[in-house]
């Protein structure tokens, strides 16, 4: 099978990419507590840019949205002048990079919230899991449903952080509906029984992401816009699927189809676990674009999904922590290297951007 295709560039929405290897958005938690990257950011980016299209880190669009100690955020001018310096070098490289925007909803704890406040959820449901905060992993505090009139406030701050990703010089943004947080909570029916416009019926769990995805369109244009789905993973809380995540799903990609968006990104199975048994080919079919295929690919699964169709990029997430060098990696069938998962959150160069002191 030829390992051509893989590394030929392609066009995804309005962003030219030189190769069909993406890197996943990987949480790495080495800001500061202000949300601010420091300038290893800077360095662990530049790394990795020879990626076809780097996705960033899940990345705070409001305080509320976060529920993990030294993530980044895109929402005050502090944060856009951290970035700036990163999607500079990522370009002098020749890359390319869009940031992947976050809500956590229920997935917080009081201490990673404003004056000690409880996490917000469409409904009052305690998540699994555990989030990590200044004091170490803590079990997620118990949220607060949103009331109706405050999700207009939540869609606007997802506005102002698309438009402080555009200052601070990315190619594009990835609306982040997966893995259990916000987004996601509102589309499956475990974790959403609200009785408003935004629960109950499929239509209206999928309108809080459509009219996220709509808002942050009018920003960049939908041929800059991408967004990422979990359809069969429960990892992250401990979420139960939804009762039909075919029929919840595909609505949902049709929708997001029509609107034009740049891609689809799907974890194509349980995150951390196995591809399961769902029909990821119809899903895709579902959506009339671009697909960025995510989950425990090596290179020749990667191979043959973008050499038979299914997917136009395949996303690496871990081979990348240890690889900064993956695409070259996979061109010349080198053996990878393996990071240690104790270098995956918190600390600083070591296991970061300094691979051999790991
Ligand atoms: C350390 C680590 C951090 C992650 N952070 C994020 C994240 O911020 N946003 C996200 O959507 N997925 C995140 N993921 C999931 C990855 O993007 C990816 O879906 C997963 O690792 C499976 O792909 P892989 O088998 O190529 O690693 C993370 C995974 C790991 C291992």
């Not at 390319?96 to 409880?118: N, T």
């Not at 990892?235 to 189809?257: F, V």
Request: aromatic share 8%; net charge negative; proline share 4%.
């Amino acid at each position: 099978m030829s390992t051509d295709l893989l590394f030929s560039p392609t066009r995804i929405g309005a962003i030219d990419v030189a190769n069909r290897v993406a890197m996943a958005p990987l949480t790495r938690s080495r800001a500061d507590m202000d949300g601010v990257q420091t300038p290893l950011a800077v360095e662990y980016y530049r790394q990795r840019a020879s990626a076809g299209l780097i996705i960033t880190e899940a990345t705070n669009i409001s305080r509320q949205g976060r529920g993990y100690a030294y993530t980044p955020g895109i929402y005050t001018d502090a944060h856009v002048a951290a970035w700036a310096p990163v999607t500079k070098a990522v370009h002098d490289a020749g890359g390319k990079i869009v940031v992947q925007l976050w809500h956590v909803g229920r997935m917080s704890h009081v201490s990673m919230q404003a004056d000690g406040a409880a996490p917000v959820a469409p409904s009052a449901l305690q998540a699994g899991g555990n989030v990590f905060t200044e004091a170490g992993f803590e079990a997620p505090s118990m949220p607060r449903a949103l009331e109706t009139d405050e999700i207009a406030g939540i869609i606007e701050d997802y506005r102002n952080a698309a438009r402080k990703a555009k200052e601070a010089g990315f190619d594009g943004v990835e609306v982040h509906a997966a893995n259990g947080y916000l987004l996601e909570q509102f589309l499956r029916d475990s974790t959403n029984q609200r009785q408003d416009c935004y629960g109950g019926s499929i239509e209206n769990r999928a309108r809080l992401t459509l009219e996220v995805v709509e808002a942050v369109a009018e920003v960049w244009g939908a041929d800059r816009v991408g967004l990422r789905l979990s359809p069969l993973s429960t990892a992250i809380g401990d979420t139960a699927l939804d009762s039909t995540p075919m029929e919840t799903h595909e609505y949902l990609i049709r929708r997001l189809g029509e609107m034009g968006l740049a891609y689809l990104h799907v974890v194509e199975g349980q995150l951390h676990g196995d591809n399961g048994a769902f029909d990821i080919k119809a899903l895709r079919a579902a959506f009339n674009g671009k697909y960025i295929a995510n989950n425990g690919y090596d290179r020749q699964r990667a191979i043959e999904a973008t050499t038979s169709g299914h997917a136009d990029m395949v996303a690496f997430g871990k081979p990348f922590i240890g690889n900064p060098d993956l695409v070259e990696r996979l061109r010349g069938n080198a053996p990878l290297l393996e990071a240690p998962a104790t270098s995956y959150f918190g600390g600083g160069a070591a296991g970061y951007t300094e691979l051999a002191a790991a």
